[in-house]
């Protein structure tokens, strides 16, 4: 059988025929307007997804109910006046050729918004674990109230002209907190000891919307098949409800996994699980429902969900972060371009974490058109210039390419040798590979786009006056802080990328000096060879923050194998096998230590800007260069310097 047979080829359910299995997961996009209607933004966000072809999207989260909103800006389905906006969503997907499902849901008590005005409710007055307030419990009125609800903004879709709905039972939002015995204490015959006591409401919910939208209309019901949390229910808990959940009117069942508060985010898992990671699932829940079963975890990869399919795992694969990284890549893998899919690095730092931790829109970090796509210049510019970029580090690259996309001329400069900035050392410590696999198709892109690259080239005045480009974008990246400490010049002391490239061979007994990423990540790397490594940050608190599913892993990973995290610590003065730190005015000796690795970060390099201001060359600095941060601002910022142009 050829590549992806299995995944181009067509399924009929119901009264909606898709052109290929593969699905485009619902995103909350953070783009709708204040008053929940559909903005011009979420439809060109829509339309450059439904451009890639996927048999079938399912929208964003979209409210069945004024008293379930996650954020004003959530799109409604809960009036009437949704309608028209919702109908240009639908004709924005139809003119692309793939069916689109509209996704209802109601966020319980997992709506910061609503907790906030103590509008919040949910089956208990259970506090949310992530945003730790307390909902009202919903009365038996409300219960009816919300059912209905659920039908009428089912009906609305059929109006809109949507090809099916899809009910939000997943990820901790009300109808996940009615399933799980964490949020469910009711006593009433909503509540219950078991599953399939508690899963009443849910049954409705279908029940409800199965009756408004007739017989003949697809109903998916996504669920989380484990809740993944302690004392959360488990995919053999969900196996004995599922049958009645088809009963009940379900013709899809989408697998997905998680709750709020899981560990590591692993609804929106990071590099630590495999790609299809959650397959399993969805072959548990077929054991017991012979509907088509959507799989999703981790996908990006069109040949990995062809397998999928192959073997019988699923019908369906969904491809989420994916379809924001590179939305073209279903037609890049139909053309066998495969090796021009840019890759999800499963990050979260521009999409999902962006979004929770109250950022603003969807973005993706690696593709600087997601959540853009009303901005994004399509070129060629009017006025195409020549564009000298300095650095080839995230933000260097992308403004390098986005420069040569628009049709400007460009000459990219890099002091080193080796391409990637800051990229060629932090690829290297456990679960960063494919960061790097990124910044090399990056660079391969760059190549292939006709720029000039002159790397071993450090650029100074002479130079910019030889060049004389009409425009400079510095992305020049930041230098290592060496602080004045005692003993620094000791042969013992070395600094965090001397490690990570291996051009200092790690020792025993280990001080990793500053807790930020390049500190913390280091640790990790040498922790995983076995070395004993102490980390002293003199902030109170770790920087890397819990709440980001990577700094989660690795405060995790970085617990299991003994590594002693010290905050609010300094280090005073390196000894010979031993150093000296002070942690709340107290003064201690470590040892033994035969090494200190300084990780105390980087502060901007930029001492071009004071030479193109002299030359009166104009330029834009961008990334580290203006101040260490994310790939996410160093990409955004040199794609918006280059769009500026
Ligand atoms: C930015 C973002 C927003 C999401 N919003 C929703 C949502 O509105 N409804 C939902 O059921 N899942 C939502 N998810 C979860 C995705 O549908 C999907 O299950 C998850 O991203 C895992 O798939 P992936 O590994 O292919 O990205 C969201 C994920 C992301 C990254």
């Known amino acids: 059988m050829s590549p992806l047979n299995q ?98 849901h109601h966020a319980g008590r997992e709506s910061t918004f609503l907790l906030e005005q103590g509008k919040a409710v949910a089956p208990s007055p259970v506090p949310s674990i992530v945003f730790r307030r307390t909902p009202r419990e919903m009365t038996l009125e409300d219960i009816k109230e919300v059912i209905l609800a659920f039908g009428s903004a089912a009906v609305r879709a059929r109006e809109a002209g949507f ?59 996504r669920i989380s098949g484990e809740e993944y949390i302690r004392g959360g229910y488990t995919i053999e808990d969900m196996q004995t409800i599922l049958p009645d959940i088809v009963r009940a009117g379900a013709d899809i069942i989408h697998a997905s996994i998680g709750t709020h508060g899981s560990p590591g985010a692993i609804t929106q898992a990071t590099p630590e699980y495999e790609p299809g990671f959650n397959v399993g699932l969805a072959k548990k ?51 066998g371009r495969t090796a021009e899919i840019r890759k999800c690095i499963a990050c979260n730092q521009g999409c999902i974490e962006r979004e929770i931790l109250g950022e603003g829109n969807i973005r993706c970090s690696i593709n600087p058109e997601t959540g853009q796509e009303t901005i994004y210049p399509k070129g060629p510019a009017a006025k195409p210039k020549k564009v ?119 020792k025993d007994h280990i001080l990793v000096v500053g807790g930020g990423l390049i500190g913390m990540e280091t640790a990790d790397f040498l922790s995983e060879q076995g070395k004993e490594v102490t980390l002293v940050e003199m902030l109170e608190r770790s920087p890397v923050r819990k709440i980001t599913s990577h700094g989660y892993m690795l405060h995790q990973r970085l617990q299991e194998k003994k590594c002693r ?35 105390v970060g980087l502060k901007p390099r930029d001492e071009l800007k004071g030479i193109l201001e002299s030359l009166k060359i104009p330029f834009s600095v961008i990334g580290d260069a203006r101040q260490p941060r994310r790939i996410f601002e160093a990409v955004e910022e040199g794609a918006q310097a280059v769009w500026k142009l």
């Open 7 to 104: 995944l181009l080829s067509p399924i009929t359910i119901k009264s909606m025929s898709l052109t290929n299995w593969v699905v485009m997961p619902p995103m909350g996009t953070n783009l709708g307007r204040d008053d929940g209607t559909v903005s011009p933004e979420n439809l060109a966000y829509l339309k450059r997804r439904a451009q890639g072809q996927p048999g079938l999207i399912i929208t964003e989260i979209t409210a069945a109910h004024p008293e379930g909103i996650a954020s004003p800006n959530q799109l409604g389905a809960y009036d009437d006046r949704f309608i028209p906006g919702l109908s240009r969503l639908v004709a924005v997907a139809h003119e692309a050729g793939s069916k689109i499902a509209m996704q209802i």
């Open 163 to 221: 090809d099916a709905v899809e009910l939000h039972g997943a990820h901790g939002y009300l109808l996940t907190q009615f399933l799980s015995a964490i949020s469910n204490r009711r006593t009433d015959e909503y509540g219950g000891a078991t599953l399939k006591e508690r899963s009443r409401f849910v049954i409705e919910v279908i029940t409800e919307v199965r009756r408004q939208v007739g017989p003949g209309f697809p109903i998916s019901v």
């Open 285 to 335: 829940i077929k054991e017991v429902v012979s509907v088509p079963v959507i799989a999703v975890g981790r996908f990006s990869d069109p040949a990995l969900a062809d397998e999928v399919i192959g073997r019988g795992d699923a019908e369906l694969v969904a491809f989420g972060r994916q379809f924001l990284a590179d939305p073209d890549f279903l037609i890049k893998a139909k053309a």
């Open 388 to 506: 000298l970029v300095v650095g080839s580090g995230p933000g260097g690259l992308t403004a390098a390419f986005e420069a040569a996309r628009l049709g400007h001329r460009v000459t990219l400069f890099e002091q080193e040798e080796e391409l990637g900035g800051q990229l060629r050392y932090a690829r290297i410590p456990p679960y960063k590979k494919i960061y790097g696999e990124w910044i090399d198709w990056q660079i391969d892109q760059v190549r292939k786009a006709g720029v000039t690259i002159q790397s071993g080239t450090p650029v100074n005045e002479r130079l910019l006056r030889d060049q004389n480009p009409d425009h400079v974008i510095l992305a020049s990246g930041g230098e290592k802080i060496i602080p004045p400490i005692a003993g620094i010049e000791k042969p013992s002391v070395c600094d965090a990328w001397q490690i990570l490239s291996g051009t200092v061979a790690p």
């Open 565 to 599: 995290l010290l905050f609010g610590t300094v280090l005073k003065s390196i000894g010979d096998g031993s150093v000296e730190i002070e942690t709340k005015g107290e003064t201690s000796t470590l040892s033994p230590v035969d090494q200190v690795v300084m990780a």
